[in-house]
């Protein structure tokens, strides 16, 4: 009876160890987790911080759940280190022999090296602890930097709890590694309508403060702040495994095959820790989006617990939601192919805008504003590499439904929905 140790209890090390669980009912299959409950959803922490649902609705499974399947919970034991010759783990608990082992030890917010940046009232939206900080900070000014999806969604939280909120972005438009102009600048729009105030093409340079936060300075100017949240970014926890000897990649990910396997015997990873390959681009790096984790942790697991399992690539799928319309995109936006060689065709539709990236003569993004439901059509497309002059010529083809999302799961969605527009 093999005994399969999960490190980490996000999606990833939560589909590991039941589907180890599955692949071998004889297996012992152990989750450790520094966590004082099991798996949370980052997607709507800022849900949470807006009021809109109560806190126990970020956790999506109980403890029983785990018991009930056969899997052993270890809840507030951090992995500390690890013996890769003696096949041990060394916990805040004691001791604990393995067989083989996958880590999914996710990723943590990468905070700027500024002045100031570790003073109270500092902070990103990553996990439920700070979440918590945020519900309980009283109303006041604050400033959110970075405009990808984690900075909007904390900027729409806030404002919703009644903050004065100033979005700060680098980049002269919002969400730029999802959309290209005019679908980013309609997102920008639905933003201020708000009341949040865009701050665009500016740099943090340093936190203000004495005792606590009081503000940013930026490259151009200095706003007042009683919370300052960094939104821009975030790292994979990869600490634990390179302390063994795991070899890492060069995006500082666990370095894995299409097993999820890592270079070392009997060691698997999974989630925003690993390395993987980009289907659309064949670049290798760290895809942090939870339909790839959760499709990395089946892997891993069953790969642990001897069964047949392969990883296809990671996909950059996402969605942010407008009101009652929504924005999706697929593939990186044109303005990213840093080369120059990539154009966009963009379409008014009667039911919204679409917009495709297209590199060589064929699709290799696709972006949505209103009917998102075509973005599975357009994946379909994207994947296959299809010659975009026939979907350029007919636009009514953008809007086909193909069956491309049905064993990828779910549009993978940013929970930063209540952007009126």
């Not at 990723?107 to 002045?115: E, V």
């Not at 666990?254 to 690993?274: H, K, N, V």
């Not at 966009?344 to 917009?355: A, I, K, N, Q």
Request: net charge positive.
């Amino acid at each position: 009876m093999p005994t399969i140790a999960v490190v980490g209890c996000g999606i990833a090390g939560d589909e590991a160890a039941f589907a180890a669980r599955r692949a071998d009912p004889t297996a012992r299959v152990v989750v450790f987790t520094a966590e004082p409950d099991p798996l949370i959803s980052p997607c709507v922490l800022a849900d949470y911080v807006a009021g809109e649902i109560p806190r126990e609705r970020t956790v999506l499974r109980r403890p029983g759940e785990y018991a009930r399947a056969g899997i052993e919970l270890r809840l507030n034991d951090p992995v500390r280190e690890w013996d890769p010759d003696r096949r041990e783990l060394v916990t805040d608990s004691g001791r604990f022999a393995f067989d083989r082992l996958v880590f999914a030890t996710g990723s943590r917010a990468a905070f700027p090296d500024l002045p100031g940046v570790d003073l109270p009232g500092v902070l990103s939206l990553r996990t439920l602890g700070d979440a918590d900080r945020m519900r309980r900070a009283p109303a006041g000014r604050a400033v959110v930097v970075g405009t990808g999806l984690v900075g909007v969604e904390a900027a729409w939280a806030l404002r919703e709890r009644g903050w004065d909120v100033t979005l700060v972005g680098r980049r002269h438009r919002v969400l730029p590694r999802l959309f290209d102009e005019p679908i980013a600048g309609r997102l920008a729009e639905a933003l201020e309508r708000m009341g949040i105030r865009l701050v665009l093409g500016e740099s943090p340079v340093e936190v203000l403060g004495t005792g606590r936060s009081e503000g940013l300075r930026t490259s151009r100017s200095t706003y007042p702040a009683d919370l300052v949240v960094f939104g821009a970014g975030q790292r994979p926890q990869a600490e634990l495994a390179a302390a063994g000897g795991v070899p890492l990649g060069p995006s500082g990910g666990i370095a894995t095959d299409p097993t999820m396997a890592t270079g070392l015997e009997g060691a698997y990873a999974c989630g925003d820790c690993a390395e993987t390959v980009d289907r659309l681009t064949g670049r290798r790096g760290v895809f942090m989006l939870w339909n790839n984790a959760r499709l990395q942790g089946r892997v891993a697991g069953r790969a642990a617990a001897g069964a047949p399992a392969r990883f296809p690539g990671s996909l950059g799928v996402s969605t942010v939601h407008a009101g009652d319309r929504a924005a999706a995109s697929v593939g990186l936006p044109a303005a990213e192919h840093r080369d120059g060689s990539a154009d966009l065709v963009h379409r008014v539709t009667p039911d919204g805008e679409l917009s495709l990236v297209i590199r060589n003569g064929r699709v290799v993004g696709a972006q949505a504003l209103g009917n998102t439901a075509r973005i599975g059509g357009l994946l379909g497309a994207v994947l296959r590499h299809v010659q975009a002059e026939p979907l350029v010529r007919t636009p009514p083809a953008w809007a086909v439904r193909l069956r491309a999302l049905r064993a990828f799961g779910p549009l993978e969605g940013s929970k930063a929905r209540k952007l009126e527009g």
